[in-house]
């Protein structure tokens, strides 16, 4: 069976050019980069060009780029690190409340040790209102976090202003940007943020590896206590393999980058015009414009969101139902809560989100598939039935 793959936010199929940059690393490279002789100095300028290469791609100098384990620990080093470095002058931080988990979990393990951490309301599209933030801020807060990308329906925050907002109030901002870069523009200095993270993985990319952008000047303190890799901030014999990875895929994103989201906001129009006109009570959800080019999430009315990814997934159409990161607990994702599904829609979200691989017959195979899915749970469903 031919199987279709779209669940990009969850994790994207590695680029060919991407594998062959890893590759010397996994055979005749195999020095550490701390090593002053040949083997080490090979492997150390390997990874400098990897920085230089993250540092183009989000308009930023490579001293101001730190390898990290991947989008996680980079947000979990940005919130952590800042707010501890500003204890002393107050323990307040803010987030919005559909962050990643790793955000939302950051704030709460704070809040554990004795931090303030508010969690800002977003709208029916899952917006962040800034003038929230700025009522938000008290001269105790150290940071602010508010994704630039939802992962879940794709809305697209003003990072921008609120990064403003806190500058001029003295406080740090940092952005989740995982599931924004690769998709629109992001770069550091446009957006004025203090931080931002970005993960391997979710830009065709290895898994373990991301970046976080540290703007100079920021105090932060070090996620890893150990060795002086990484200017001393993370200690430990760095990734060069999946650094070199993660090079390559921000080398390549920094020059196409505007051609695949063209491709993917294409397809995503096709396919999402195919499924609303060919299936009733379907609700598309996220900012109609502000919104990635690769996202479709739909809440399907009278259908189980988790029926509806398994049946399409025996179709060999791959889907998320939720967030991936919270599969497994039937409860709606905070993202879904945060932005008000009614009821008849709440347990029916599935996540179609598409990468530059996928193909026009992908789509319409994908829309056919999910009109006979959608009809065949409905069928067996007393509640579409009963339906006035
Ligand atoms: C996937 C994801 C992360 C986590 O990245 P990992 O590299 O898997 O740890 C963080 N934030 C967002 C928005 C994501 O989509």
């Keep these: 069976m031919n199987r279709i793959y779209l669940d990009n936010n969850s994790t994207t199929p590695i680029d060919p050019r991407v594998a062959a940059a890893m590759e010397p690393y996994l055979h005749g490279l195999f020095g550490n980069p701390s090593n002053i002789h040949s083997f080490g100095r090979e492997c150390a300028e390997g990874m400098a060009a990897a920085r230089e290469q993250v540092a183009a791609f989000l308009g930023a100098g490579p001293d101001e780029i730190f390898f990290t384990g991947g989008g996680s620990e980079s947000d979990n ?25 790793a ?30 933030v700025k009522r938000a801020l008290t001269g105790e807060t150290a940071l602010v976090s508010v994704m ?11 990072v921008a202003e609120i990064a403003r907002i806190c500058r001029e109030a003295g406080v740090l901002s940092h952005t989740d940007a ?19 993270t970005i993960s391997g993985h979710k830009l065709q990319g290895p898994k373990g590896v991301g970046a976080l952008y540290i703007r100079k000047g920021t105090e932060i303190h070090p996620f890893v206590h150990g060795g ?5 901030l993370r200690g430990g014999t760095e990734n060069v393999i999946g650094i070199a990875g993660l090079g390559k895929a921000c080398e390549i994103l920094a020059a196409e980058w505007q051609q695949n989201a063209e491709h993917e906001r294409r397809l ?17 959800d996220g900012h109609p414009t502000r919104r990635v080019p690769n996202v479709c999430h739909l809440s399907v009315g009278y259908v189980e969101g988790e029926a509806l990814l398994m049946n399409l997934d025996m179709e060999g159409v791959a889907v998320a139902s939720g967030s991936a990161c919270s ?6 994702s905070p993202t879904m809560k945060a932005i008000g599904v009614p009821p008849l829609f709440s347990n029916s979200p599935v996540r179609l989100s598409l990468g530059p691989g996928n193909t026009e017959s992908e789509i319409d195979y ?9 009809t065949r749970l409905r069928a067996i469903s007393p509640i579409w039935k009963r339906r006035s």
């Design 103 to 132: 955000v939302l979990a950051s704030c709460r393990y704070l809040e554990s040790l004795g931090f303030r951490a508010t969690f800002l309301p977003v709208d029916g599209y899952g917006l962040v209102d800034p003038e929230t």
């Design 327 to 332: 599969t497994g607990s039937a409860e709606p």
């Design 178 to 196: 995982v599931a924004a870069a690769g998709k629109i523009r992001v770069d550091v200095n446009e957006l004025g943020v203090d931080l931002l």
């Design 148 to 158: 630039l990308a939802n992962n879940e329906i794709g809305t697209i925050e003003p």
């Design 366 to 374: 994908t829309i056919d598939v999910f009109e006979r899915v959608v």
């Design 268 to 284: 995503r129009d096709r396919l999402e015009h195919g499924i609303v006109v060919r299936i009733p009570e379907v609700r598309v």
């Design 77 to 101: 080093w940005a919130i952590k690190g800042t707010a501890s470095v500003r204890a002393g002058r107050g323990k307040h931080v803010v987030c919005s409340s559909i962050e990643h988990s």
């Design 228 to 232: 002086h890799q990484e200017s001393g």
